[in-house]
C-alpha cells in the first residue's frame, strides 16, 4: 500500500512508468503496483539479482505472497523493456548467486539438456572467487557482458571505487555469467512466447517450485532464499520422477551432483512435516478440480511434462523419504 499512497501523493498519472531496481521481490511488487494502480501503467524492470536476471523479471509474472501461499496475489503484466547489467552482480552476495543458480540448473532440466551438459562443465566458473589486487578488478570491470541491454558505463566508476577501497573483493567469470543469464532469458522467453498465461507449456517452468514453495511457506518466509527452496524442490521433483519410472537413476545423480557443486541445499529443511507439504500444496495455484498437478521429469534429460496424472503414492513416498514425520 505504500508505493500506492507514494504514487497518489505525488499525483502521478497514467502517463507515468514505475521503475523496479533490484531482486525479485522488487521487481514482482513493482509490477504488480503498475498493474493495479490506475488500471495499469507502464514500468521497467532493472533486475540486479542473477535470480531476477535469469526468471523473474522475464515473462510478465508479478504477484506477492500471502500468509497461506506463495504468489496467491497478482498479474500476468509485461513490462516496457528489461535493462540487464551484469556489472551489478559484482556485489553480489555468494548465496544470492547460489540462489540464482538453481533457476540456471532448472531450464537445463526441463527443456536444454546441451544446457545442462554446459553447467556440469562450467560450474565453478558461476560461483565466486576472491580477488585482491588491483589488476585483476580492472580486467574483470573493463569487460562488460549483458543479455539484453549494456548498461556498464553507468556503474562501473562506483563499482571500481568500492572495490579499491575495500581491498577484496567476490568476482565471478563474467564470460560465464553472461552466458548462463543469456541462453536462460532465451529459454524463457522462448517458453513465454507460447503461453504468456501459463496455461500449459509455461507451468514447466514451475520445476521444484510446488515442493519449494511448500518450503518457503511452512518454514516461514525469508528464512530461506527462493532459490534454496526451488532447489531442495527440484531434487523432490527429481526423486519422484524416478520413483514412476519416469527417469534412471543417473539423472538423479546429476541432479543431486550440479546443485552440490552450485552450493544449494539438496534436502527439505528437517522441521517440514509430510502434513505441513499437503497442506501448502493443496493450495498451490496448479490445483485444478481439487488435483495437484506437478512438474516431473519424463524420459531424456531436458524433457519434463506438467501433469496431473501419476500414481500418488509415489508422491507420498517421496514426501516421506524427505520429511521425518
Known amino acids: 500500500m505504500k508505493v500506492f499512497d507514494k504514487a497518489i501523493e505525488s499525483r502521478l498519472d497514467r502517463r507515468c512508468t514505475f521503475v523496479a531496481l533490484g531482486g525479485g521481490v522488487i521487481g514482482d511488487m513493482c509490477g504488480f503496483a503498475a498493474a493495479s494502480f490506475l488500471r495499469g501503467v507502464n514500468f521497467v524492470q532493472i533486475p540486479t539479482t542473477v535470480m531476477a536476471q535469469v526468471d523473474s523479471s522475464v515473462g510478465g509474472k508479478t504477484g506477492i505472497n500471502h500468509p497461506l501461499g506463495k504468489n496467491l496475489i497478482g498479474a500476468f503484466y509485461q513490462p516496457q523493456c528489461v535493462l540487464i ?15 540464482g543458480l538453481a533457476e540456471v540448473i532448472k531450464y537445463g532440466l526441463i527443456r536444454d539438456a546441451e544446457f545442462f551438459e554446459w553447467q556440469e562443465k562450467n560450474m565453478e566458473k558461476l560461483i565466486a572467487s576472491i580477488v585482491d589486487d588491483y589488476a585483476s578488478l580492472v580486467y574483470y570491470n573493463n569487460i562488460s557482458y549483458t543479455s539484453t541491454v549494456v548498461l556498464s558505463s553507468l556503474l562501473q566508476g562506483i563499482f571500481l571505487q568500492a572495490y579499491m577501497q575495500s581491498g577484496v573483493v567476490n568476482c565471478r567469470n563474467p564470460n560465464a555469467l553472461a552466458y548462463a543469464i543469456k541462453r536462460s532469458c532465451e529459454n524463457k522467453a522462448e517458453v513465454v512466447s507460447l503461453d504468456e498465461k501459463e496455461s500449459g507449456l509455461r507451468a514447466t517452468l514451475n520445476l521444484g517450485h510446488t515442493f519449494g514453495h511448500a518450503i518457503e511457506t511452512g518454514f516461514g518466509y525469508g528464512q530461506w532464499l527462493h532459490g534454496e527452496a526451488v532447489a531442495a ?3 523432490m521433483a527429481v526423486d519422484m520422477s524416478y520413483r514412476l519410472g519416469w527417469i534412471d537413476s543417473s539423472i538423479v545423480k546429476r541432479v543431486d551432483d550440479i546443485l ?22 493443496a493450495v ?10 506437478l512438474i516431473l521429469l519424463k524420459g531424456p534429460l531436458g524433457n519434463c511434462v506438467f501433469t496431473g496424472d501419476y500414481d500418488r503414492k509415489a508422491l507420498d513416498d517421496t514426501l516421506s523419504a524427505f520429511c521425518k514425520s
Open 233 to 235: 524442490g527440484t531434487v
Open 284 to 293: 498451490d495455484k496448479k490445483v485444478a478440480d481439487g488435483l495437484l498437478r
Open 85 to 99: 547489467d551484469t556489472d551489478t552482480l559484482d556485489t553480489l552476495p555468494d548465496r544470492e548467486l547460489a540462489s
Open 260 to 281: 552440490l557443486r552450485a552450493k544449494l541445499p539438496t534436502a527439505s529443511p528437517e522441521t517440514m512435516t509430510v502434513e505441513m507439504f499437503k497442506s501448502v500444496m
